[in-house]
């Protein structure tokens, strides 16, 4: 089983649906995934939803730290949401709530971010 | 309780990292895990295989890693074995958030992962001879038993 993901942009937010395992092997393409489609469309910003993700491991880490980085540096904003509790751990262990924005599901995280449906 | 162990070897492909951890769970399911348990098992094994390739092996897909899974009175020891460049300073690889490689977008966190998700870790290495990590999980089951 490998990575699928959903990728739409809506109102200059991408929006990151993930579907599957997130590990080393199918960290690579994902990364290079969001790098691109960010730029083809313009987003500034950044939803990253769990929700459909199955198994996650240190390289799913990686690449949230990694498109923080990257989109803060740019003047924007990460946000993630609809996290399954097995992630939820990891991310909670790796102190990365204390910078990057958490909220329940999509709607929410366009609410953070001031985009109204 | 019946004591049982398998062993594998798999190439330092990133492909077989998802082999790996499904093969794992399938042999340890005979001690009725919870999701949980099961879980905190594939998470581990996915950390040890990866740093077998991405550090042991530097990405080298040609390599060999072996895997041993022992039950042994309802409990899982796990070892995950390559024989790459090892690790010159354990307590500072051991360190939460400490990578040799933040280039690659590693966060450091994989041995604190295996740490918290499993009841023991211990973590052998010759610099230049290879890594070993042995893992244990005790599942609940058990201690209710033993109780
Ligand atoms: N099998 C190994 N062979 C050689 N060095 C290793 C091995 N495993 C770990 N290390 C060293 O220990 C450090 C910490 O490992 P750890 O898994 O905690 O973090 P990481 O792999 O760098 O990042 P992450 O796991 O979060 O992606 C690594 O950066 C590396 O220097
Ligand atoms: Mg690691």
Redesign the pocket.
Known sequence: MGLACEMRCKNRVLIVRMQGELDHHTAENLREEIIQQKELSNCIHIIMNFQNLSFMD??G??VVFGRFKQIRSQGGELVVCSVPPSIHRIFEMSGLYKVVPYVNNEEAALDFLGVTK | MMNNKMSFTILSRSENEHFARIVVAAFIAQLDPTVEELTDIKTSVS?AVT??I???YRNDPTQEIIITVELRDGEAWISVQ?F????EDLAQ?RMPL????PDLE???????IMENFMNHLTVYSIPGKG?TVEMVKVFSKTIAVVK
């Open positions: 240190s390289s880490l990686g | 950390e740093n077998c991405i550090h042991g390559d790459g460049e090892g690790i690889a400490y990578t040799s490689k590693r966060s450091g966190m994989g041995f604190t890594t």
